[in-house]
C-alpha cells in the first residue's frame, strides 16, 4: 500500500466507487440477499476507508477491500445474534475463509443487480432513481442534480424501492420472465439518456452529463448480455445520438437545430462505435427490434453529408417499421416529418392532422411545434405563426421555448 493525504484518499475512493460501485454491491446482494442491506454495507465500508486510506495507504485492490471490509461487517453482525441458525453459520464460516486475493467480480452478479433494480414491483420513477444509486454508484445529491428533483424526493424513491424489494429473491428472472425484464432494464437506460439528450424542463435544452451516465449503463449492459441484439440496437442508438452533442449547441448553450448544425463537428469516432454496434445487433439476427430501428434511423442522419442529401425516404420506411412495431404518437410526429421532407410539406401535415384529431399529445408542445415547422415549409406563415406560438406556451423547457418563440416571430 500507497501512504496518500486525505484529500488523495477522497478522489481514490470516489473513483474506486464510481467503477466498481455495481460489482460491490451486486456482491454484497447475492451474499445477504438483500439489495437494501448490501447497499447500506457498501457505504459503510466507504466510510472505513476514507479514515483508513489516508493512514495505511491505497490497497492493491481498492474494489476487494471494500467487499471484504463490507462482508466483516455482515459476519459481525450474524454473530452478535444470539443464536446463529444453521444457514447464517455456514455463510459466515464461508466468508470468513475468504480471503481478499481471491475477490473477482462476477458479472452474473452484476446483472442480477441491474435486473432487480428494474423490478417490475417499482415505479418507473424508482427504477431510475435506485438504478443510478446502486448500479452507477452516484449520490443521491447527484442523482437530484441529474433527475432536477429535490434530494429528499430521491431519498424517498429509493427508501420506497428498498422496502418493495424485500424479500425480492436476488437473481435473474426465469427464462420465461427475461424478455420482458429486459425490456424494462433498457427502457430506464433510455429513458435516461433521452432526458439527457433533450431535456423536458429547466433552462439547459441538454443534459449531457446523464446522457453519458446512461450510455455508461448501456455499455455494461451490452458486456452482460452480448447474445441480445437490442442491447446492442440501444448501445448503437446512443452512440449515434450522442454524437452529434458538440454541434447541438451553441455558444451561449442555445439550441442548433439538425439542419443548422456543423457537421464536421460531429464525433466520427463514436459514429464508428454507433455502426459497429448496430451491426452486432443485426448479425445476431431475430427481426429489428424498436432501438435497432431507431439506431438505423439515427444512422441515416450520421452518414449524410447534409439535410438535403439524407435519404428521407428511407427515414420515413424505417419509422413507418417502427410505428408498426411500436405504435407510439412521437413516433408518429416523426414519420410525419421524415414524410413531409420527401414527399412535400401537405403530405406530413396529413398525418399530424390526423394524429391531432384522435387527441394524443394533448397539452404538449410537440405535435403544434411540428405543424408550425410544416406550415411554415408550405409557405402558410400566419398558420404556422400561430402553431409555433401555441407551441412555445405549452414548452416546459426555457431553450426549447426560446427557440420556438423566435420561429414564430420570424412567420
Known amino acids: 500500500m500507497t501512504r496518500v493525504g486525505e484529500a488523495e484518499a477522497a478522489r481514490a475512493v470516489e473513483a474506486v466507487w464510481r467503477i466498481e460501485s455495481a460489482r460491490i454491491v451486486a456482491t454484497l446482494a447475492r451474499t445477504t440477499g438483500d439489495l437494501g442491506l448490501a447497499e447500506d ?9 476514507l479514515e483508513q ?15 471484504a471490509v463490507a462482508k466483516r461487517r455482515v459476519i459481525d453482525g450474524w454473530r452478535r445474534r444470539e443464536r446463529l441458525d444453521d444457514r447464517y453459520r455456514a455463510i459466515a464460516h464461508d466468508l470468513a475463509e475468504t480471503r481478499e486475493e481471491d475477490w473477482e467480480p462476477i458479472g452474473d452478479d452484476v446483472l442480477r443487480l441491474v435486473m432487480t ?7 418507473r420513477e424508482s427504477q431510475v432513481a435506485l438504478t443510478l444509486r446502486v448500479v452507477s454508484g452516484l449520490t443521491t445529491e ?33 427464462p420465461g420472465e427475461w424478455s420482458a425484464r429486459l425490456g424494462g432494464v433498457l427502457g430506464v437506460v ?11 424542463s429547466g433552462a439547459e435544452w441538454m443534459r449531457p452529463d446523464l446522457a453519458a451516465e446512461a450510455l455508461r449503463l448501456g455499455r455494461v449492459l451490452a458486456g452482460l448480455v452480448p447474445r441480445e441484439p437490442e442491447v446492442h440496437g440501444l448501445v ?39 455502426t459497429a454496434a448496430l451491426r452486432r445487433a443485426e448479425a445476431l439476427g431475430g427481426g429489428r427490434g424498436p432501438y435497432e ?13 447534409s439535410v438535403a442529401t439524407t435519404d428521407w425516404g428511407r427515414i420515413a420506411l424505417l419509422y413507418a417499421a417502427l410505428e408498426a412495431l411500436a405504435a407510439n404518437p412521437v413516433v408518429t410526429l416523426n414519420r410525419a416529418i421524415a ?37 411554415a415549409r408550405a409557405g402558410r406563415r400566419d398558420e404556422a405563426a400561430a402553431a409555433l406560438a401555441e407551441a412555445a406556451a405549452l414548452a416546459t423547457n426555457d431553450r426549447t421555448r426560446a427557440v420556438l418563440l423566435a420561429k414564430a416571430a420570424l412567420r
Open 41 to 49: 454495507l457498501a457505504q459503510e465500508a466507504l466510510l472505513e476507508a
Open 53 to 67: 486510506w489516508p493512514a495505511v495507504g491505497t490497497p492493491r485492490n481498492p474494489g476487494a477491500w471494500l467487499t
Open 117 to 123: 433494480a428494474c423490478h417490475p414491483a417499482l415505479s
Open 142 to 174: 447527484e442523482i437530484a442534480r441529474l433527475l432536477l428533483v429535490p434530494v429528499p424526493t430521491v431519498q424517498a424513491r429509493i427508501t420506497r424501492a428498498k422496502k418493495a424489494l424485500a424479500g425480492v429473491p436476488f437473481e435473474v428472472p426465469d
Open 190 to 200: 433510455y429513458l435516461v439518456f433521452t432526458e439527457g439528450y433533450s431535456a423536458t
Open 236 to 274: 448503437a442508438l446512443m452512440e449515434l445520438q450522442a454524437s452529434r452533442f458538440a454541434a447541438r449547441r451553441g455558444p451561449d448553450g442555445e439550441p442548433v437545430l439538425l439542419e443548422d448544425q456543423d457537421r464536421s463537428r460531429w464525433d466520427r469516432a463514436q459514429i464508428g462505435r454507433g
Open 293 to 305: 430501428l431507431q439506431a438505423a434511423i439515427a444512422e441515416q442522419h450520421a452518414i449524410a453529408p
Open 339 to 375: 414524410v413531409a421532407m420527401a414527399d412535400g410539406p401537405e403530405a406530413g401535415l396529413a398525418i399530424v392532422d390526423a394524429l391531432a384529431a384522435t387527441g394524443a399529445l394533448r397539452g404538449s408542445h410537440l405535435p403544434p411545434s411540428v405543424r408550425g415547422e410544416l406550415l
